[in-house]
């Protein structure tokens, strides 16, 4: 699922290359056209295909999260125990999720070796504000396509993620088991101290 989730980032990581165009588009439009120009890029940079961590981290800081909303993601990730954290303890906690998930799947992107990503178009969206862009991840080698489904917001300054699914397992569900059992353990405190942890482990391992 990490690797598969590399793949997932990719698909974003080039949007700030062309703002003006990537605020007009359709959420369907916008991903699809997306997918052609990073995957050019992958192949064309031997560094990243090398698998230069450094250039990687750069690449997401950069190109990617912007595209994310993850104080909604670490909101619906803690569930019913998000109202029980004061203000100061959710801004620790998206910042420590956002940094758990982009030092998790940094070295998936570097894993990816030409697989197809079709998007599926969408009807006209009009006026809605949320929508789900339905992907295909064309593996080859006789390995199943796996769906990934994006669900997406309109923002002032355009679409972001929310939440990813990959073959019917949603990202933030996913988590919100784990950070349940942290929480009954020791609070939201501890569930800090746990993230905090395990971030300092995976910066360890540069």
Do not use: C
Request: aromatic fraction near 6%; glycine fraction near 6%; hydrophobic fraction near 35%.
């Amino acid at each position: 699922m990490k690797r598969l989730l590399g793949i997932i980032l990719l698909v974003f990581s080039n949007l700030l290359v062309s703002p003006a165009w990537s605020m007009d588009l359709a959420p369907d439009r916008l991903v699809d056209r997306t997918v052609q120009e990073v995957i050019e890029i992958i192949q064309k940079d031997q560094e990243l295909k090398n698998g230069n961590k450094e250039k990687m981290l750069d690449l997401i800081e950069t190109k990617i999260l912007p595209h994310f909303n993850f104080a909604r993601m670490t909101q619906l990730a803690m569930g019913q125990h998000w109202s029980s954290a004061v203000p100061e303890q959710q801004n620790k906690l998206i910042d420590e999720f956002r940094t758990l998930l982009v030092r998790t799947y940094s070295n998936a992107l570097t894993s990816y070796h030409d697989e197809t990503i079709k998007v599926n178009p969408i009807p006209p969206i009009g006026d809605r504000v949320e929508t789900t862009i339905r992907t295909i991840v064309i593996q080859g080698n006789g390995k199943q396509p796996v769906p990934i489904d994006y669900s997406m917001e309109k923002k002032p300054d355009g679409w972001k993620v929310y939440d990813v699914t990959v073959a019917g397992v949603s990202l933030v569900t996913n988590y919100r088991g784990s950070f349940n059992s942290q929480i009954r353990k020791g609070g939201v405190e501890g569930l800090l101290k746990t993230l905090s942890d395990k971030n300092k482990s995976l910066e360890g391992k540069k």
